[in-house]
């Protein structure tokens, strides 16, 4: 498997259980899902998270429905911002967290059923 990212090359042998390889497809699409849930979390408009974050609201868009992965950039301005870590995007660790508070609403966020459309 070769990516494209050498950061998700790195990345991906521990984004999998033993014995499951992961597809760069499906690590997107985990880093997609994370910045959704992440937006959730923060309680915020999709058009007030993405200016903090530095994307436009299109860009968010294009996340959420999976069409592109979240920038590495992107990702360390929410950590910045809010207290994520870039465990939590990359291999959904909740360690870390500056504020505890944080990680139990994305364990709240996590458990629940997405519905994408």
């Known amino acids: 498997m070769v990516f494209t990212d ?3 090359q790195i990345h991906a042998p521990w984004n999998s259980l033993p014995g499951m ?3 760069e497809t ?3 699409e985990a880093l997609c899902d994370r910045f959704v849930l992440a937006w959730e979390a923060t309680g ?3 058009k007030d998270f993405a200016a903090r974050v530095g994307i436009t609201s299109q860009q968010f868009t294009n996340i959420s429905r999976y069409r592109n ?3 590495h950039d992107v990702i360390r301005r929410a950590v910045n911002e809010w207290g994520f ?5 990359y291999f959904g660790s909740r360690i870390g967290f500056r504020e505890p508070k944080l990680a139990e609403r994305l364990r709240e966020l996590e458990s629940r059923p997405v519905a994408r459309g």
């Open 6 to 8: 050498r950061k998700m």
């Open 26 to 28: 499906a690590f997107q």
């Open 85 to 89: 870590t870039t465990d939590w995007f």
């Open 69 to 71: 992965p979240p920038s």
């Open 21 to 23: 390889a992961i597809t």
């Open 44 to 46: 915020l408009l999709k």
